[in-house]
């Protein structure tokens, strides 16, 4: 079965160090997201991408946020200079069609610990 | 400002009960919502997905119904079993973003 895979599983980094979280959407998705859930909390929107631009994006993603989608399989997340409040689990996703139409279907996560 | 609301916040019941659980949402104008399953340290795994102009949709022992002019989603688990201890979320599907509750965690005792 088709499934997201997100790289690393978990990384620890230094605050101020620049941190990219890799995702592989499912191969024949054309929108991708990124999630963020701190511990105890909410799962939260960041960014939405199709066509290699940003579609939609929330207050969270500031300038320190970028995304990418370097070839045709990956989709990255850049934090530019880590801060200890970036410390949570990031979930990629992707989906079919155009959003709103469809189910999304979510990576395992990353860890990002910023020490 | 659309806001998810998920009530309990815990729940244990003995195996075997059928159980409900509960999301609510403050703006009537979604897409969709969507129920997930989150088990500890893992990913989130989509259980169920209701259109907005759909009132149900169930899979195997799951059965999620939508009263969008409520801003009302139930998740009815039958027959639950301990595989079924997980946290639940639901999320609606909000000017092309999920905006998700806090999740409901479900403890079924063997």
């Known amino acids: 079965e088709p499934e997201v895979t997100q790289t690393p599983s978990h990384q620890v980094t230094q605050m101020g160090q620049e941190v990219i979280l890799r995702c592989v959407p499912i191969?024949?998705?054309?929108?991708f997201y990124w999630y963020r859930q701190i511990l105890g909390q909410k799962v939260e929107f960041l960014v939405s991408f199709y066509n290699n631009e940003i579609s939609e994006k929330s207050e969270i993603f500031d300038d320190q946020f970028s995304v990418e989608r370097p070839d045709g399989s990956n989709f990255t997340l850049k934090i530019r200079s880590t801060k200890l409040e970036d410390s949570a689990m990031y979930f990629c996703a992707s989906t079919e069609g155009r959003p709103n139409t469809g189910e999304l279907f979510f990576g395992e996560g990353s860890r990002l610990t910023v020490l | 400002k659309q806001e998810v609301t998920q009530i309990p916040a815990a729940l244990s019941v003995p195996e075997g009960e059928n159980l409900v659980l509960n999301c609510s949402f403050t703006?009537?104008?979604?897409?969709?919502l969507q129920w997930f399953r989150q088990d500890p340290g893992k990913g989130l795994t989509s259980l169920l997905l209701i259109q907005s102009s759909q009132r149900e949709q169930t899979s195997g022992r799951l059965n999620a119904s939508l009263d969008k002019s409520s801003g009302r989603s139930t998740l009815y688990i039958a027959a639950s079993q301990p595989g079924d201890s997980a946290t639940y979320l639901c999320a609606v599907d909000s000017n092309y973003q999920l905006i998700w509750g806090a999740g409901t965690k479900l403890i079924i005792k063997p």
């Open positions: 191969s024949n998705h054309l929108y």
């Open positions: 703006d009537s104008a979604i897409y969709n």
